[in-house]
């Protein structure tokens, strides 16, 4: 078969011309081919909810009232409002729309930890043989505080879509497993890849004081822990200082090592970045807050369920406080004859005042999940509070905009305000009712709406804490 030759008579230049300019042409129509299927992807159109009781949380609440949401933001807020003429309209009569809620310390979306080596730090489980002994702090048991949730965040976990129906719209999620487990990070439940709803990357540097599982290895014991976070932080700022004198002047010194755990950890000091000591009885809270002391480093505590007792000295150390909301319980499996110490009862009977006695002392505080199933436990828990003292406004501030402030993002989490992150929830009926229930939820400006048999008041499957002390753990 022949073909015909197109530019017969033609000179190679004029040939090599003329198929420059084909090219040309061809890749200007495929820029415009673009262009058009780019311009046929419309931008969403703004969302205005009408009618609507809004309860700002950072101001009063505002009946029939208007909140308009564009491009993941909120656009405008008030009893006055324009609504753009392309807006997606909803009408808000009888429903009152509030802050998306925070839950502020969970492990939602992490993946469980894996079975712990020795001298990795990684898991809680039995260590697996390495041929390698731990002999002391040098070793860095179960120390990974450079593990960041924000790499480690699985958007896709299915979890996540029953918490939100729930009305949590963000969490401070950290990983699992260790002594210094590795750095939280506030996140949004809005998508399908992590790179997407990442709000603050490093939000705190959690810490667990009690001993890995397993056994056999150092630390072995709950002061064995202490003692070897005390060293852990002195090794920090003796290596920091090390490097800051080498840096200057490196000759005719001995190199410093290369000690990833205390880089990490000067690195969350000089950030400023709060490190969340766990609690849960007077005699713990009062050891962290020395520890809090000692090393000058910025603190939340975080369990508190004997906090009703300590409340004063929390105040006097400017300390917040991350409430779990995990209230103790007798065992469900227990023997409901059994003889049970007075002082156990009296926590049951006591935790839930926690929160009214912080309020009381003005200790900022918010609430974290701490193993609870689901959000309807989680409310239910907070309603346990406000039953027991706590001021409902209070309780709602700990849920938004106090838990923001706990981890730095106020300015664009928390409360219904212009320009803020477009996370809120639209509610029938009283939030911290007994008979509420979520109707829509937006988080990044996306609208999540709730199946008429979901929301907070029912419960389900979710993630545990990242560790805190038991309520038998009272040393």
Excluded at 66 to 87: F, M, Q, S, W, Y
Excluded at 203 to 215: D, H, I, N, S
Excluded at 443 to 472: I, L, Q, W, Y
Aim: charged share 20%; glycine share 10%.
């Amino acid at each position: 078969m022949f073909h015909v030759w197109p530019f017969k008579g033609l000179s190679e230049e004029a040939v090599v011309v003329i198929a420059t300019r084909v090219r040309t042409a061809a890749m200007g129509v495929a820029c415009m081919v673009g262009l058009g299927a780019v311009a046929q992807a419309q931008p969403v159109a703004p969302i205005a909810i009408r009618n609507a009781r809004i309860v700002p949380v950072s101001g009063a609440p505002i009946d029939a009232g208007t909140i308009v949401l564009a491009n993941g933001l909120i656009k405008a807020v008030g009893a006055r409002v324009d609504v753009p003429a392309e807006a997606v309209v909803i009408d808000g009569s009888g429903l009152t729309v509030y802050p998306g809620l925070i839950d502020a310390l969970t492990d939602l979306g992490m993946s469980a930890a894996p079975p712990s080596t020795p001298g990795s730090g990684a898991g809680q489980g039995p260590p697996r043989p390495t041929g390698r002994t731990i002999r002391g702090p040098q070793d860095r048991p179960a120390t990974t505080p450079w593990l960041q949730a924000a790499d480690e965040f699985r958007a896709d976990d299915q979890k996540i879509e029953t918490w939100r129906n729930g009305g949590v719209t963000t969490v401070v999620t950290a990983p699992r497993g260790g002594i210094f487990p590795g750095q939280a990070a506030v996140v949004n439940l809005s998508g399908d890849r992590r790179e997407d709803v990442v709000v603050r990357r490093a939000a705190g540097v959690p810490l667990v004081l009690t001993p890995p599982a397993g056994g056999g290895t150092f630390p072995g014991s709950a002061m064995g822990v202490l003692a070897y976070v005390r060293q852990v932080f002195l090794d920090t700022r003796t290596a920091a200082e090390q490097v800051r004198r080498y840096e200057q002047d490196p000759r005719g010194k001995a190199r410093p090592d290369h000690d990833r755990a205390t880089q990490a950890l000067h690195a969350a000091i000089q950030a400023k970045v709060p490190f969340l000591l766990p609690a849960a009885s007077e005699v713990q809270i009062d050891r962290v807050l020395a520890l809090s002391r000692e090393f000058d480093v910025p603190t939340v505590l975080y369990g508190a369920h004997e906090g009703y007792a300590a409340a004063g000295r929390i105040a006097k150390a400017r300390v917040p406080v991350v409430v779990s909301a995990k209230w103790p319980e007798a065992p469900r499996d227990g023997d409901p004859d059994a003889d049970e110490l007075l002082e156990v009862l009296e926590l049951r009977d006591r935790a839930p005042r926690t929160p009214a006695a912080l309020a009381e002392q003005k200790v900022p505080f918010a609430f974290a999940s701490d193993g609870l199933p689901g959000p309807g436990e989680f409310l239910a828990n907070v309603r346990k509070a406000v039953k027991a003292g706590l001021a409902p406004d209070a309780a709602l501030r700990a849920l938004t905009l106090d838990a923001a402030q706990i981890y730095g993002v106020q300015d664009r989490l928390g409360s219904l305000e212009a320009g803020k992150i477009a996370n809120l929830i639209v509610v029938r009926g009283d939030l911290l009712g007994d008979t509420s229930s979520v109707a829509h939820v937006f988080v990044d400006g996306r609208r999540f709406d709730v199946p008429p048999d979901t929301g907070a008041a029912r419960p389900s499957g979710a993630g545990r804490g990242p560790g805190r002390p038991g309520e038998g753990d009272r040393r």
